[in-house]
């Protein structure tokens, strides 16, 4: 079965043109093309980035935190107790009158200390400021090393200028290795944020919204790999890093209450966000995914669909957290 499947997942029709098939991807005369089998690279580099970031966390955003007056608040922890625990992970954080009285008397202890007990254990769960600043930190640098990179990768490059030429030449566009680093470092840095969504700090109002952008981004960028839609790829990436690195130093300030030093950069991301998000990504990377392979060929493959299907639900988060931006905006504006 699994043999099967694999045979079907290759199958030369969904990945590339007419007449086109996996021996053409062989290297040779001076060109290089990207293989599947290097993505299985990424599952390493994501732990070395993990080790990067565990180092970063400890030895720049800590010093850099207090530096701007944030404290490390040491929480309290209650006494351990495997009644009140498992009735903490197992029925509610929040329990009512009646069962903290019969809690009391299991335990054997005074309603007070149960009380304590479960105040002390749900601010357990709370993240600390000194946390979410760290976590900020780390999405910063990754989001602001990979814009330099990125424009240094791209700018001498002609489908950076003029978009047709990433369709110049396809399929047989040679891999630069600039291409193959950029690559291997955003999906791996991706499939850390998966790895730690588990710990890092939970926001309720867009977590689901977060799992399918990490998994369509990982998705995004393999497909592409295999299929070599490189040249696209690498200006896929560029304009959704150059917004990110705005909102987490906004976050780094606004969790050392820095508060005009927040709403100025809050600022500069929106306009940042609503151009490359709203704007360049529909009308010009859509654009070139969606209307100008039809100039390149008549009968378009599998792939294309699966695709610009995925670059679609991307841009339905864009216009999701537009949204939301919008709405803080205009907070922001009306009620000072």
């Known amino acids: 079965i699994l043999k099967t499947l694999n045979s079907w997942f290759w199958w030369e029709n969904i990945w590339m043109p007419l007449n086109c098939t996996w021996e053409h991807f062989v290297d040779r005369d001076g060109l290089v093309f990207p293989k599947p089998h290097q993505l299985y690279a990424t599952i390493p580099y994501a732990f070395v980035l993990l080790i990067i970031r565990f180092f970063s966390e400890r030895f720049v955003a800590i010093p850099l935190a207090k530096a701007l007056g944030i404290k490390n608040v040491r929480r309290v922890k209650p006494q351990p107790n495997p009644v009140l625990e498992s009735y903490f992970r197992e029925c509610s954080k929040h329990p009512s009158q009646s069962d903290i009285q019969g ?103 867009d977590f689901a919204a977060h799992v399918v952008h990490h998994l369509a981004a990982i998705g995004l960028m393999s497909g592409s790999w295999c299929g070599n839609y490189v040249r696209l790829g690498t200006l896929v990436m560029f304009v959704h890093d150059t917004a990110d690195f705005w909102l987490e130093a906004a976050k780094m300030f606004n969790y050392a209450r820095w508060e005009k030093t927040c709403n100025i950069l809050f600022i500069l991301f929106a306009i940042a966000f609503f151009i490359t998000r709203i704007i360049l990504f529909p009308f010009w990377i859509l654009r070139a995914t969606l209307y100008q392979p039809t100039y390149y060929s008549t009968t378009p493959v599998i792939a294309y669909f699966l695709f610009n299907g995925q670059l679609l639900i991307l841009q339905g988060l864009h216009l999701y957290w537009g949204y939301l931006i919008f709405k803080i905006l205009r907070r922001f504006i009306c009620l000072k």
């Open 103 to 205: 809690l009391a008397k299991k335990c054997n202890c005074t309603v007070h200390l149960v009380e304590k007990w479960f105040r002390r254990r749900r601010n357990l769960e709370i993240p600390t400021v000194l946390r979410k600043f760290r976590e900020a930190f780390w999405r910063f640098s990754f989001y602001l090393t990979s814009s330099i990179a990125g424009f240094i990768f791209l700018y001498d490059k002609p489908w950076f200028y003029d978009i047709w030429q990433t369709w110049v030449g396809y399929p047989f566009q040679t891999l630069l290795p600039s291409q193959y680093w950029y690559y291997m470092a955003e999906i791996s840095f991706y499939w850390s944020l998966l790895f730690t969504l588990g710990i890092d700090t939970k926001r309720k109002a």
